[in-house]
């Protein structure tokens, strides 16, 4: 028995040797590393998830051509949320214009170890053969420009973009969705849609006091959502999933603690663990998407 724990012993020494001049390899890797080449790592790891690293703001961001906009929009996704280690606070805005149904889509909260605020814009046609509850995306021509600031006590990060679906993740930080706020910012095609836009924030509950109007700009703060409590009785789920993205959060940033910026915390575990991020992109993204995204970026 004793020759057993002596094998383990020795090969955690071995692994602990491989471990350390693996991170010696890393750190250094990423320190002789230029911007741009780490920029260019990282996105190439970020792209089948259809996101992209923000260099401003040092922030994760959704891409325009992201797989998700084939998926469109339904309450099922949101639903099902905490058990993909995401616990959010959800506010949908309902208007309608030029014959067609429109859904604007607030989220803010913890997303595994980031935290991140989204705004999506989907619509639903009269005539669509669809369920009632699903929703597509916009088209280009029906994209609209939006923004918004996440802030918890002070400012985070800000989005603003011409887009269907506008988003920022920051890596590392845990938060509670009830401690974070949106200051939202959108651009309405005329003083029609805006005045739908307006009176479907009404609806939703918005004091009038709380919105603004400027031509067809329109801007107002989403902090604790007015009517739209999804996942309300998943109290116990999200509760232990946020144990579990707290206790991530901290381990990631112990991990990358030889760094102070987000890009390089990134690429110093893209470095690390190669092979791995590979394997959790073939194992997260559906594989007609992914060998898409790969055919795409060859070009």
């Known amino acids: ?110 997303y595994g170890i980031t935290t991140g605020a989204e705004m999506g814009l989907y619509i639903k046609d009269e005539s669509s053969p669809f369920s009632r509850k699903y929703y597509r995306s916009a088209r280009d021509d029906e994209r609209i420009k939006m923004g918004f600031i996440l802030f918890k006590e002070c400012k985070l990060f800000s989005r603003c973009h011409i887009s269907w679906w506008l988003t920022g993740f920051d890596v590392g930080v845990f938060s509670r969705p009830k401690d974070l706020g949106m200051k939202i910012f959108v651009e309405l095609f005329d003083e029609e849609m805006t005045a739908s836009f307006v009176n479907g924030l009404l609806c939703a509950g918005y004091d009038p006091n709380d919105i603004e109007v400027d031509c067809n700009c329109v801007y107002f703060c ?36 030889m760094f102070n910026k987000s890009l390089d915390k990134i690429a110093y575990i893209t470095y690390m663990f190669p092979h791995l991020s590979k394997f959790i992109i073939r194992l997260c993204i559906p594989r007609r998407k992914h060998k898409k995204c790969r055919k795409n970026h060859k070009k």
């Open 222 to 257: 989403f902090g604790k959502p007015k009517n739209f409590k999804l996942n309300h009785w998943f109290k116990i789920v999200k509760f232990i999933v946020q144990i579990f993205n707290r206790i991530n959060c901290s381990l990631y940033m112990f991990f990358t603690r």
């Open 1 to 110: 028995m004793k020759y057993v724990w002596i094998g383990l012993a020795i090969l955690v020494v071995i692994l602990l040797i491989i471990y350390f001049i693996r991170r010696k390899r890393a750190i250094r890797k990423v320190r002789s590393t230029c911007v741009t080449e780490k920029l260019c790592r990282v996105n190439s790891i970020l792209e089948p998830f259809g996101f992209a690293f923000d260099l401003g703001d040092g922030i994760v961001i959704s891409r325009n051509d992201g797989w998700q906009r084939d998926l469109g929009y339904t309450d099922l996704y949101d639903i099902k949320a905490p058990f993909l280690n995401m616990v959010m606070d959800a506010e949908p805005i309902y208007f309608d214009y030029c014959g067609k149904h429109y859904r604007l889509e607030l989220w803010k909260g913890q």
